[in-house]
Structures are given as C-alpha cells and as structure tokens.
Nanobody, 125 residues
C-alpha cells in the first residue's frame, strides 16, 4: 500500500494562508483517491476535502468551501491543500488520507485505508 508523509503545517495569523503537502510512496499513487481530514483538540476527526485519482473532481466540506483548495500532481506523487483566509477555528492537526475507493465515498474516517502522521496547523487571532 501507499505511505503518506505530510508537511507544511505551522503557526499562522488569522487571515493568512498555508499550503500543506502530502508525499506518497509505495504503491502507484494514481490508484488512490486522496483526501484531507482534520482533528481539533477534543474533537473527532472530520472530512475536509477529497480529490479523484485523475484530479478532475474534488469535494469539500461545507465549512471550508471557497477557502480550501485540494490538488494533486501524479507525476510528483503529491497531494496539496491550499488554505486561504485562515480562521482560528481551522486550528487542528491535518491528516492526509488515501483510499482505493471512489472519491464520493471519502467523507468519513471509515472509508480511509491509509493515513499520514498529521501536520499541525495553529491559527492565532
């Protein structure tokens, strides 16, 4: 199976931007629908965004639509999450996720087959 390593988290002021990256290795990257989830302290892990194997389709949680953009580069085995207009409530550990299933199934943690280790995003007000 694929292995995932996230990077790009950090401390940023509200209104700022970050780009998270997730590098994949192992099995063929383009076999996987990819996504991002996040988990804030004391809360359950929640879906953020997902992208299809080709990169032609993407889904977003309602809470991030218009501010977050997911993309992928299959030649570089990498998926990205561009986060704009950051809010304090975006503070969380962000996890890269992969599934061999369709993108439409990737809205709950139960559908994820592979997780990265997470990268922490902290937004100060």
């Amino acid at each position: 199976q694929v292995q995932l390593v996230e990077s790009g988290g950090g401390l940023v002021q509200a209104g700022g931007s970050l780009r998270l990256s997730c590098a994949a290795s192992g099995r063929t990257f383009s076999d996987y629908s990819m996504g991002w989830f996040r988990q804030a302290p004391g809360k359950e892990r929640e879906f953020v965004a997902a992208i299809s194997r080709s990169g032609g389709s993407a889904n977003y949680a309602d809470s991030v639509k218009g501010r977050f953009t997911i993309s992928r580069d299959n030649a570089k085995n990498t998926v990205y999450l561009q986060i704009d207009t950051l809010k304090p409530e975006d503070t969380a550990t962000y996890y890269c996720a992969a599934t061999l299933r369709s993108i439409v199934t990737m809205t709950t943690v139960r559908t994820v087959e592979v997780w990265g280790q997470g990268t922490l995003v902290t937004v100060s007000s």
